[in-house]
């Protein structure tokens, strides 16, 4: 593209535009590095899955509040017994929940440069290495699906997919697990793999993981 050179750059995280010769965004602080041509930079957030994610609580909650209005109405005192063991159980979930999507609507990064990869989510231990470090990358994929029983019948709940990066040198081995679609997203992971493979190949490592698709 052939932009001109002088053009202000546009903050990832808050959207401000500053001038091309600050280092962090005037208005959020964020860090606005250059990368060259070459780089495989993802940077982005999951804003659109936390307002889904949002919608759907705010609706599950709302039809908890209904069903305990109308178990209330129609069986009165008896109704206590089951609405003290289910609360306490909405309310553990919506403390899970609300971990569990903190930080979505902020920065993650993935960048491989020539020299290093450097990985960057929210609420997670910084993590670089340096290809001059290890000889190998291997990836390997983890699936966690989630269920619960109850009487009479097995919930599936929703799947987890992690993938852990290993680096591995002759005295040298650092890992580093992100989970698809939450820490980057689906597509940014597919993207993720194909640019190590690349990169490895032309940094003459060695890569062993899941095939392209
Ligand atoms: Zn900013």
Redesign the pocket.
Known sequence: MSEPSNKKKK?P??G?KNIPEDKF?T??G?ELKEYSPGDFVIMEHLKGSLYGSIACLTIFIAFMILVTVAVSSQYGIQAIIPLIIIWPIVIGFMFWASRYLRGLSKIRKFIITGEYIEIIVPHKPYFRVNWSEFDAIEVQKRDHQTWAVLPGKVIIGPRFIYFKLIFKGSNFTESYEFESGKDFKRRSRKEILIALEEFAQKMNKDYNGPTKK
């Open positions: 903050c995280q808050c401000k965004c208005n959020c964020f």
